[in-house]
C-alpha cells in the first residue's frame, strides 16, 4: 500500500476518509442551442480500512468454473508449479483486474509511476478466500475437476488430494429452467416445496459462516443458464409478491431467483454471472429494501470483451459498424445446455446488447433507430471441451462510401477467462461493502445503491439502477472503478491531459 499525503485525506487505524470535488457537466437546451454548464460538488468518503475474512458460496460449485477458481486459488495459496510441454508453469492470477494489472499512480522525475491494482486500498488476498457452495451434481470437486479437463495433468495430481475431500452442498432443480440434457448430472437435489428449498438455502449459508467463522458471505452463480423468466404482474413484479408466489408454489421462480432471495435475506450480496433474468423486478425491489448488493449479468470473458473495445475504437474513431457476426463452438458442459434453445436465447440477449450505448453515443453516423445488424451463433462442439472457439466478423462504412471488414478468430480457454472474474467481482464486491459517501447536501454517509453497478467491466450485461446511464465500453466501465478508489484515497480522477509534458517552459 502506498500513502497520499494531501489535507484532504485522513487515515486512522479503522478508516481513510478524503475529501474530493466531483466535477460535471450540466447540458440543457435554450432557445434551440446547446448550453452545457459546468458543475462541481464536494464529496467525502469513508473506507474501512480493515479486511475481513469472506467466504464464497458458489453455486455451480461443481462446474467447470466452481472446480477451476477452487483449485486455482488452492494453487497460488500453496505456490504449486506443474510441468507443462512449454516447460515449468508456476501459480498465478493472470486475467484477473485486480491482482495482474497495474494503474498509473502519478509521475515522478524518472517517469510515470505504477502500482498494482489491488494496492489502492486494502483489499482481500484471493488466497484467504473461504469457499464453499451449492451443485446438482453431487459428485466432489476432485472428480469434478477431472471430468471439467480444464488443468494440466500434473497440476490436477497435485490438486486432487485436496479437492476430493470436498463436495457441493444438496442445490435447487426445476427441469423447465435448464437444458434436459442436464438431468444425467442432477443427482444431489434438494427436496420439499420451493419455500422449504429457500429456507434450506438461507440454512446453508448460515451454516457455512458459522463453521468457517468468516466475517461475511458472497453468493455468486456460476451454474447452467437458465431460461428467461417471464415477468408477471402480481408474481414477481415486487418483493411482497415475490415472496408470496415462491410461498404458493407458482412454477414461474427460476432456481437462480429463489438463491438471490435467499442471499438477500441473509444480507449476502448475490452475483449473477450467467445470462438469464434472476434478477425480476421483485428481487431488486428485495434488495433494495434490504440494502444488500446484486450484480450481473453474465461474466465478460472473450468474445463480448474484445467486442465491447472493439466497437468502441470504430464508433470513436468516426467509422460506422454497419455488421457484426458471431459465431462460437464450445464443448464444455455450458454449451451441452446452451445447445437447448430457451438457454441459447438467454445468451443471445446478453451478447447482443453490448454495441447500444456506443452507437447511441454517435449521432453522426447513426440516425435515430439505427443499429448495426447484429447476429450471435452458438454450437455444441464436444471434441473441443473448454476451448471455446469464437469468430467474428466486422464490416464498416468507411470514408467517401468504402467498406472496411475485420475478422477475429479467438481461442478461448473458457474457464480459465472466467475464473479470475469470479475472484474480482467477490472481491470488488467486498471492498465495495465497506465504502460510504455523502455530498455537501446529505446529512449522513450511504452505501453504494443495491444494484452495484461499479461491476459492469466484469459482466456482458451489465445491470444499472433505474434510470441511469448503461455503459457498455470497456475502458469507460474500467476508468470509473479507478477513479471511484483514486477518490476513496483522495486523488484526483486520471484525466489523460498531461499538460505538464505540453508546454515547452515546463
Request: charged share 20%.
Amino acid at each position: 500500500m502506498f500513502k497520499v499525503e494531501s489535507p484532504n485525506v485522513v487515515y486512522t487505524e479503522s478508516e481513510i476518509v478524503s475529501t474530493v470535488d466531483y466535477s460535471t457537466t450540466d447540458v440543457k437546451i435554450v432557445d434551440g442551442h446547446i448550453v452545457a454548464v459546468p458543475k462541481k460538488t464536494q464529496y467525502t468518503f469513508k473506507t474501512d480500512r480493515r479486511v475481513p475474512k469472506v467466504g464464497v458460496m458458489l453455486v455451480g460449485w461443481g462446474g467447470n468454473n466452481g472446480t477451476t477458481v477452487t483449485g486455482a486459488i488452492l494453487a497460488n495459496k500453496l505456490g504449486l508449479t506443474w510441468n507443462t510441454k512449454e516447460g515449468v508453469q508456476s501459480s498465478n492470477y493472470f486475467g484477473s483486474l485486480t491482482q495482474a494489472s497495474t494503474i498509473r499512480l502519478g509521475s515522478s522525475a524518472n517517469g510515470d509511476v505504477w502500482v498494482p491494482f489491488h494496492s489502492l486500498l486494502p483489499m482481500v488476498n484471493p488466497n484467504d478466500l473461504v469457499i464453499d457452495g451449492w451443485d446438482i451434481s453431487g459428485m466432489n470437486l476432485g472428480e469434478a475437476m477431472k471430468r471439467a479437463c480444464v488443468f494440466d495433468y500434473d497440476l490436477q495430481k497435485q490438486l486432487y488430494p485436496h479437492l476430493v475431500e470436498l463436495k457441493p452442498r444438496a442445490s435447487i432443480y426445476f427441469p423447465d429452467f435448464i437444458a434436459a440434457n442436464q438431468s444425467d448430472r442432477a443427482d444431489n437435489l434438494l427436496n420439499g416445496t420451493k419455500w422449504e428449498q429457500l429456507e434450506q438455502i438461507r440454512a446453508d449459508i448460515r451454516d457455512f459462516k458459522a463453521k468457517k467463522q468468516v466475517d461475511k458471505v458472497i453468493v455468486l452463480w456460476t451454474a447452467n443458464t437458465e431460461r428467461f423468466t417471464e415477468l408477471i404482474e402480481g408474481l414477481n413484479d415486487t418483493a411482497d409478491n415475490l415472496l408470496a408466489a415462491i410461498k404458493r408454489e407458482e412454477s414461474e421462480i427460476a432456481p437462480s431467483t429463489v438463491f438471490a432471495i435467499a442471499s438477500i435475506l441473509e444480507g449476502c450480496s448475490y452475483i449473477n454471472g450467467s445470462p438469464q433474468n434472476t434478477f425480476v423486478p421483485g428481487v431488486i425491489d428485495l434488495a433494495e429494501k434490504k440494502k444488500v448488493f446484486i450484480g450481473g449479468d453474465d461474466f465478460k470473458s472473450g468474445q463480448t470483451k474484445i467486442k465491447s473495445v472493439l466497437v468502441d475504437f470504430l464508433v470513436s474513431s468516426g467509422i460506422k459498424p454497419l455488421s457484426i457476426v458471431s459465431y462460437n463452438h464450445l464443448g464444455n458442459n455450458d454449451g451441452k445446455n446452451l445447445s437447448a434453445p430457451k438457454q441459447f436465447r438467454s445468451k443471445e440477449i446478453s451478447k447482443s446488447n453490448v454495441v447500444d450505448d456506443m452507437v447511441a453515443s454517435n449521432s453522426i453516423l447513426y440516425k435515430p433507430g439505427e443499429h448495426p445488424d447484429h447476429v450471435v451463433v452458438i454450437k455444441y462442439v464436444p471434441t473441443v471441451q473448454d476451448s471455446k472457439r469464437a469468430m467474428d466478423e466486422y464490416v464498416s462504412e468507411i470514408f467517401m462510401g468504402g467498406r472496411n471488414t475485420i475478422v477475429i478468430h479467438n481461442t478461448c480457454e473458457d474457464s480459465l477467462l472466467a475464473s479470475p472474474l469470479i475472484i474480482d467481482l467477490v472481491l470488488l464486491t467486498e471492498l465495495a461493502e465497506r465504502i460510504q459517501f455523502k455530498s455537501t447536501s446529505m446529512d449522513k454517509y450511504e452505501n453504494f445503491h443495491a444494484v452495484l453497478s461499479l461491476l459492469s467491466f466484469l459482466l456482458k450485461a451489465p445491470m444499472v439502477p433505474s434510470g441511469t446511464p448503461l455503459v457498455n465500453a470497456l475502458f469507460r466501465q474500467r476508468a470509473c472503478i479507478e477513479n471511484i478508489f483514486r477518490a476513496c484515497v483522495g486523488l484526483e480522477p486520471e484525466n489523460n491531459m498531461l499538460l505538464e509534458h505540453k508546454i515547452p517552459s515546463l
